[in-house]
């Protein structure tokens, strides 16, 4: 006879994998949530998904979801015996932040979702977060404490009934993954299409440049009030929670379109100091600082002097300009620092080595540029096969 754990494994199919993901590849998918994401699909939620990342022009930052994707399709395909037989139907980075929750509830509210549905958690509960605990109604395990690296896989079925918690502080970030039999949901061959058209247009060497969305894909508006009301934009709300200011050198009309504003060069200034380097656009940016968080503890600089990187004293009337625009991104500062609240943010928001920042700007370009470079020689294999893939590159 089974055992009595094999029959409740059959009645709620699940499975716990701890530490799947390093460290490193954590922190990378932070890194492209934190310098890509859009309002989400709840309240207090935000997202980033592939499509979104191609249409900003920035599709490199798909290659490091690639190796991710394969093997956790593999662990799905060998846990639920059905090898060759499953399609990902939906990828996308979702982090959770104060006061987002879920009751009691099922995935499968269209069909072809009532396969296997997987989490991987990015960050941890009570280090990155506080609340967020998931639940399952039954069946075991009842509750997951998320700790990045982990992975739970179950179906998105009645069987698997489940709830998160309130997220208290922080933010909690997930890697999530929809699974489908139905070939005609499957999520690479319209990334294909879209890599198609958007590398067609883009042939120049080095990085690409990433360009805004529209601007109300940016704007969080607390229950879904107007722009003019409240909220903020959500590029400027991640530069201000880590202590940034943005400054547009030329003076802003009062009537500028929103969208237009985001797209204008700017530099960027924190307390007093101005880094006298020009960014495209407000999401060069802010990739730029999110980059540099990432790999902020790594940077050797030691050979830098302080001295040649360009930082000035911002002049009372640059200040002037930054106050008076804040407010076009930002209709409640409060607001956007208890939603976008790190845990870790006030030790980044105190200190800033501007020779560590100066070198990330030229490594953020060429760790661009070496994503872009393996983007381009891939495509042809993914479009051939219409199917998202690791190339094994002879020689490289």
């Known amino acids: 006879m089974e055992s009595e754990a094999k029959q409740k494994q059959k009645q709620h199919p699940r499975l716990i994998l701890h530490n799947f993901l390093s460290d490193d590849q954590c922190k990378e998918l932070e890194f492209i949530h934190k310098s890509n994401s859009t309002v989400g699909y709840r309240p207090n939620v935000f997202s980033t998904t ?25 662990k799905v395909e060998d846990f639920f015996d059905c090898q060759f037989d499953l399609f990902i139907e939906f990828t996308g980075l979702i982090s959770w932040t104060r006061g987002a929750s879920i009751g009691w509830h099922s995935d499968d509210n269209r069909p072809y979702l009532n396969k296997p549905h997987k989490l991987c958690y990015l960050n941890s509960y009570r280090r990155d977060f506080k609340g967020g605990l998931f639940h399952f109604k039954d069946g075991e395990p009842t509750t997951i404490e998320p700790l990045a690296g982990d992975v739970a896989i179950y179906t998105a079925d009645s069987s698997n009934i489940h709830s998160v918690d309130e997220i208290t502080d922080g933010e909690r970030l997930t890697l999530t993954l929809w ?14 299409s879209l890599l198609s058209q958007s590398l067609s247009h883009y042939n120049e060497p080095g990085p690409c440049l990433p360009l805004p969305a529209s601007s109300n894909m940016y704007w969080f508006s607390p229950g879904q009030s107007s722009y003019q009301q409240l909220g903020f934009d959500i590029c400027w709300a991640r530069l201000h929670v880590l202590g940034f200011d943005v400054y547009y050198d030329q003076d802003m009309s009062c009537n500028l379109d929103f969208s237009e504003l985001l797209m204008k060069p700017l530099r960027l200034a924190r307390g007093n100091e101005l880094f006298d380097q020009e960014f495209v656009n407000i999401l060069h940016a802010l990739q730029v600082v999110q980059f540099y968080c990432w790999k902020a503890s790594t940077l050797q600089t030691s050979k830098i002097q302080i001295d040649t990187v360009k930082v000035v004293e911002l002049s009372q009337l640059q200040m002037e300009k930054i106050n008076r625009l804040n407010p076009v991104f930002s209709k409640d500062n409060q607001l956007a620092e208890t939603v976008l609240n790190c845990m870790t943010c006030e030790s980044r928001q105190h200190f800033l080595d501007w020779a560590n920042f100066a070198s990330s700007v030229s490594l953020w370009r060429d760790y661009s540029s070496k994503l872009h470079e393996e983007l381009v020689r891939s495509l042809p294999f993914w479009k051939t096969h219409q199917s998202i893939f690791g190339v094994q590159f002879n020689g490289a």
């Open 179 to 192: 699974f489908s039999r139905d070939a005609s949901h499957d999520e690479d061959a319209k990334l294909v």
């Open 50 to 74: 592939l499509s979104h990342l191609i249409a900003t022009n920035s599709p490199h930052l798909l290659l490091p979801f690639v190796p991710i994707r394969e093997t956790l399709k593999d």
